[in-house]
Protein backbone atom coordinates (compact mmCIF):
# COMPACT_ATOMS: atom_id res chain seq x y z
CA UNK A 1 0.00 0.00 0.00
CA UNK A 2 2.71 2.48 0.74
CA UNK A 3 3.97 2.01 -2.85
CA UNK A 4 0.61 2.95 -4.48
CA UNK A 5 -0.01 5.95 -2.22
CA UNK A 6 4.06 6.91 -3.51
CA UNK A 7 2.36 6.21 -7.19
CA UNK A 8 -0.63 7.94 -6.99
CA UNK A 9 1.51 11.06 -5.49
CA UNK A 10 3.64 11.55 -8.90
CA UNK A 11 0.53 11.09 -10.87
CA UNK A 12 -0.75 14.27 -9.06
CA UNK A 13 2.83 16.14 -9.11
CA UNK A 14 2.65 15.38 -13.27
CA UNK A 15 -0.69 16.49 -13.64
CA UNK A 16 -0.40 19.90 -11.71
CA UNK A 17 -0.77 22.46 -14.59
CA UNK A 18 0.16 26.02 -15.08
CA UNK A 19 -2.08 28.72 -16.67
CA UNK A 20 -0.55 30.03 -19.25
CA UNK A 21 1.74 28.99 -21.52
CA UNK A 22 5.98 29.66 -21.68
CA UNK A 23 7.90 30.83 -24.84
CA UNK A 24 11.44 31.16 -24.23
CA UNK A 25 14.68 31.01 -26.22
CA UNK A 26 17.85 29.67 -26.49
CA UNK A 27 19.23 32.77 -27.68
CA UNK A 28 18.90 35.95 -27.61
CA UNK A 29 16.07 37.26 -30.36
CA UNK A 30 16.24 40.38 -31.52
CA UNK A 31 13.48 40.14 -34.53
CA UNK A 32 9.62 39.95 -33.54
CA UNK A 33 8.52 36.67 -31.45
CA UNK A 34 8.24 34.40 -34.51
CA UNK A 35 11.19 35.70 -36.69
CA UNK A 36 13.85 33.24 -35.99
CA UNK A 37 12.81 29.75 -34.47
CA UNK A 38 14.63 26.82 -35.17
CA UNK A 39 13.43 24.22 -33.06
CA UNK A 40 9.76 24.56 -31.04
CA UNK A 41 9.73 22.10 -28.23
CA UNK A 42 5.81 20.68 -27.69
CA UNK A 43 4.49 18.83 -25.24
CA UNK A 44 4.09 18.62 -21.16
CA UNK A 45 5.96 19.18 -18.09
CA UNK A 46 9.00 16.62 -19.62
CA UNK A 47 9.27 19.54 -22.38
CA UNK A 48 8.96 22.01 -19.60
CA UNK A 49 11.53 20.88 -17.76
CA UNK A 50 9.05 20.89 -14.13
CA UNK A 51 10.94 21.28 -10.98
CA UNK A 52 14.65 21.98 -12.59
CA UNK A 53 14.44 25.55 -12.03
CA UNK A 54 14.40 28.34 -9.60
CA UNK A 55 10.60 28.17 -9.66
CA UNK A 56 7.85 26.56 -12.45
CA UNK A 57 7.00 30.28 -13.82
CA UNK A 58 8.71 29.55 -16.68
CA UNK A 59 10.60 26.50 -18.73
CA UNK A 60 13.97 25.38 -16.90
CA UNK A 61 17.32 26.02 -19.29
CA UNK A 62 17.76 22.91 -18.55
CA UNK A 63 14.67 21.14 -20.20
CA UNK A 64 15.79 19.06 -23.09
CA UNK A 65 14.52 21.70 -26.05
CA UNK A 66 17.08 23.75 -24.64
CA UNK A 67 19.94 21.68 -24.09
CA UNK A 68 19.38 20.29 -27.89
CA UNK A 69 19.56 24.19 -28.78
CA UNK A 70 22.95 24.79 -26.89
CA UNK A 71 24.48 22.21 -28.65
CA UNK A 72 23.38 23.09 -31.67
CA UNK A 73 22.95 26.44 -31.76
CA UNK A 74 19.29 26.94 -32.42
CA UNK A 75 17.12 29.24 -31.40
CA UNK A 76 14.24 27.47 -28.88
CA UNK A 77 10.56 28.29 -28.04
CA UNK A 78 9.93 26.01 -25.15
CA UNK A 79 6.11 25.18 -25.51
CA UNK A 80 5.95 22.49 -23.01
CA UNK A 81 3.30 23.26 -20.12
CA UNK A 82 3.20 20.71 -17.05
CA UNK A 83 0.14 18.91 -17.02
CA UNK A 84 -1.14 18.53 -20.25
CA UNK A 85 -2.24 15.78 -22.50
CA UNK A 86 -2.78 15.01 -25.64
CA UNK A 87 -6.14 16.85 -25.52
CA UNK A 88 -4.73 19.70 -24.50
CA UNK A 89 -1.67 19.95 -27.48
CA UNK A 90 -4.44 18.96 -29.92
CA UNK A 91 -6.31 21.98 -29.05
CA UNK A 92 -3.24 24.59 -28.75
CA UNK A 93 -1.67 22.91 -31.95
CA UNK A 94 -5.54 24.02 -34.02
CA UNK A 95 -6.72 26.82 -32.11
CA UNK A 96 -3.85 28.72 -29.86
CA UNK A 97 -1.59 31.65 -32.29
CA UNK A 98 1.04 31.92 -30.17
CA UNK A 99 1.33 27.71 -30.87
CA UNK A 100 0.18 27.87 -34.94
CA UNK A 101 2.61 31.08 -35.48
CA UNK A 102 5.79 29.44 -33.66
CA UNK A 103 5.35 26.04 -35.25
CA UNK A 104 4.90 28.28 -38.37
CA UNK A 105 8.36 29.17 -38.19
CA UNK A 106 10.24 26.18 -36.88
CA UNK A 107 12.93 24.31 -38.95
CA UNK A 108 12.21 21.15 -35.91
CA UNK A 109 9.93 20.42 -34.02
CA UNK A 110 10.17 18.13 -30.88
CA UNK A 111 6.95 16.38 -29.29
CA UNK A 112 6.99 14.46 -25.82
CA UNK A 113 3.13 14.17 -24.66
CA UNK A 114 1.30 11.18 -23.50
CA UNK A 115 2.31 10.75 -20.22
CA UNK A 116 -0.07 12.27 -18.75
CA UNK A 117 -3.22 10.57 -20.43
CA UNK A 118 -0.61 7.72 -18.46
CA UNK A 119 -0.94 9.40 -15.24
CA UNK A 120 -4.15 10.17 -15.36
CA UNK A 121 -5.18 6.57 -15.71
CA UNK A 122 -2.92 5.76 -12.54
CA UNK A 123 -5.02 8.20 -10.53
CA UNK A 124 -8.24 6.78 -11.69
CA UNK A 125 -6.54 3.04 -11.11
CA UNK A 126 -5.91 4.52 -7.01
CA UNK A 127 -2.46 3.15 -8.05
CA UNK A 128 -3.96 -0.12 -8.49
CA UNK A 129 -1.59 -2.70 -11.17
CA UNK A 130 -4.79 -4.42 -12.00
CA UNK A 131 -7.17 -1.66 -12.39
CA UNK A 132 -4.55 0.49 -14.49
CA UNK A 133 -4.63 -1.99 -16.73
CA UNK A 134 -8.12 -2.37 -16.95
CA UNK A 135 -7.90 1.68 -17.90
CA UNK A 136 -5.98 1.27 -20.82
CA UNK A 137 -8.49 0.20 -23.87
CA UNK A 138 -10.28 3.81 -22.53
CA UNK A 139 -6.80 5.98 -22.27
CA UNK A 140 -5.03 4.33 -25.44
CA UNK A 141 -7.48 5.35 -28.52
CA UNK A 142 -7.78 8.60 -26.87
CA UNK A 143 -4.06 8.81 -26.92
CA UNK A 144 -3.53 7.59 -30.15
CA UNK A 145 -6.06 9.20 -31.88
CA UNK A 146 -4.86 12.70 -30.46
CA UNK A 147 -1.64 12.02 -30.96
CA UNK A 148 -1.97 11.10 -34.90
CA UNK A 149 -4.36 14.81 -35.44
CA UNK A 150 -1.42 16.38 -33.59
CA UNK A 151 1.10 15.21 -35.80
CA UNK A 152 -1.50 15.99 -38.85
CA UNK A 153 -1.83 19.87 -37.52
CA UNK A 154 1.64 20.43 -37.21
CA UNK A 155 2.38 18.75 -40.81
CA UNK A 156 0.00 21.13 -42.26
CA UNK A 157 1.93 24.33 -40.45
CA UNK A 158 5.21 23.64 -41.41
CA UNK A 159 7.50 20.81 -43.38
CA UNK A 160 9.74 20.59 -40.50
CA UNK A 161 11.06 17.56 -39.18
CA UNK A 162 9.33 16.42 -36.25
CA UNK A 163 10.93 14.24 -33.41
CA UNK A 164 8.28 12.27 -31.06
CA UNK A 165 9.48 11.19 -28.00
CA UNK A 166 7.89 7.67 -26.25
CA UNK A 167 7.18 7.60 -22.82
CA UNK A 168 9.88 6.39 -20.78
CA UNK A 169 9.16 4.42 -17.33
CA UNK A 170 8.54 7.00 -14.55
CA UNK A 171 8.70 4.71 -11.56
CA UNK A 172 11.58 4.21 -9.62
CA UNK A 173 12.17 0.14 -9.41
CA UNK A 174 10.76 -1.67 -6.00
CA UNK A 175 7.55 0.64 -6.32
CA UNK A 176 4.28 -0.96 -6.89
CA UNK A 177 4.06 0.11 -10.26
CA UNK A 178 7.50 -0.05 -12.16
CA UNK A 179 6.90 -3.50 -13.28
CA UNK A 180 3.31 -3.10 -14.45
CA UNK A 181 4.19 0.09 -16.20
CA UNK A 182 7.46 -1.88 -18.60
CA UNK A 183 5.11 -4.03 -19.36
CA UNK A 184 2.42 -1.69 -20.17
CA UNK A 185 4.78 0.64 -21.74
CA UNK A 186 6.91 -2.05 -23.62
CA UNK A 187 3.93 -4.17 -25.08
CA UNK A 188 1.35 -1.90 -25.46
CA UNK A 189 1.65 2.29 -25.23
CA UNK A 190 4.95 2.94 -26.80
CA UNK A 191 4.33 0.15 -29.86
CA UNK A 192 1.38 2.09 -30.27
CA UNK A 193 3.17 5.49 -30.43
CA UNK A 194 5.70 3.69 -32.82
CA UNK A 195 2.84 2.91 -35.13
CA UNK A 196 1.16 6.38 -35.14
CA UNK A 197 4.73 7.68 -36.12
CA UNK A 198 5.39 5.54 -39.05
CA UNK A 199 2.27 6.33 -40.41
CA UNK A 200 3.21 10.33 -41.02
CA UNK A 201 6.35 10.90 -43.34
CA UNK A 202 9.32 13.10 -41.68
CA UNK A 203 8.27 11.92 -38.79
CA UNK A 204 10.76 10.34 -36.54
CA UNK A 205 10.46 8.03 -33.31
CA UNK A 206 13.26 9.18 -30.26
CA UNK A 207 13.06 6.35 -27.60
CA UNK A 208 12.94 7.98 -24.60
CA UNK A 209 11.60 4.58 -23.10
CA UNK A 210 14.85 2.23 -24.18
CA UNK A 211 16.90 5.21 -23.31
CA UNK A 212 15.68 5.29 -19.44
CA UNK A 213 15.76 1.60 -19.08
CA UNK A 214 15.64 0.26 -15.69
CA UNK A 215 18.24 3.71 -14.61
CA UNK A 216 14.63 5.63 -13.24
CA UNK A 217 17.43 6.46 -10.25
CA UNK A 218 19.92 8.14 -12.17
CA UNK A 219 17.27 10.07 -15.06
CA UNK A 220 13.73 10.43 -12.87
CA UNK A 221 13.78 12.68 -9.79
CA UNK A 222 13.52 10.58 -6.38
CA UNK A 223 9.84 10.97 -5.10
CA UNK A 224 8.38 12.13 -8.62
CA UNK A 225 7.57 11.54 -12.17
CA UNK A 226 9.96 14.07 -13.66
CA UNK A 227 13.75 13.79 -15.17
CA UNK A 228 16.76 14.87 -13.72
CA UNK A 229 19.13 17.02 -15.57
CA UNK A 230 20.53 13.27 -16.46
CA UNK A 231 17.81 12.37 -17.93
CA UNK A 232 17.14 16.00 -19.73
CA UNK A 233 20.44 15.32 -20.79
CA UNK A 234 19.99 11.89 -22.69
CA UNK A 235 16.67 13.29 -23.88
CA UNK A 236 18.57 15.64 -25.45
CA UNK A 237 21.05 13.69 -26.67
CA UNK A 238 18.43 10.72 -28.16
CA UNK A 239 16.94 13.63 -30.13
CA UNK A 240 19.94 15.16 -31.45
CA UNK A 241 20.50 12.03 -32.83
CA UNK A 242 17.10 11.25 -34.66
CA UNK A 243 18.05 14.55 -36.34
CA UNK A 244 21.59 13.76 -37.41
CA UNK A 245 23.08 16.28 -35.03
CA UNK A 246 25.46 14.28 -33.52
Known sequence: MKFKR??????SIALAGTLFASTSFA????G???GKIDLVGLGDSITFGYNLGVDNNEPSPYAFPFLMGENAQLYV???GIPGWTTTDLLNAVKNDQNFRQSIKHANYVTLDIG??????????????????LGQIPTMLPILTNNL????QEISKLTDAPIVVYNIYNPFQIGTSLHVPANQLLSTIINPAIAKIVQTHTNTKLADAYSAFGENQAIYVRPLDVHPTIEGQ??????????????
Not at 27 to 30: A, D, G, S, V
Not at 115 to 132: E, F, I, M, R, T
Not at 148 to 151: A, E, M, N, S, V
Open 32 to 34: NAY
Open 77 to 79: SDL
Open 6 to 11: LSLSFA
Open 233 to 246: ELLAKIGETVLGFN
Open 27 to 30: KENN
Open 115 to 132: SNDLLQAVKVSNGNPQLL
Open 148 to 151: DQII
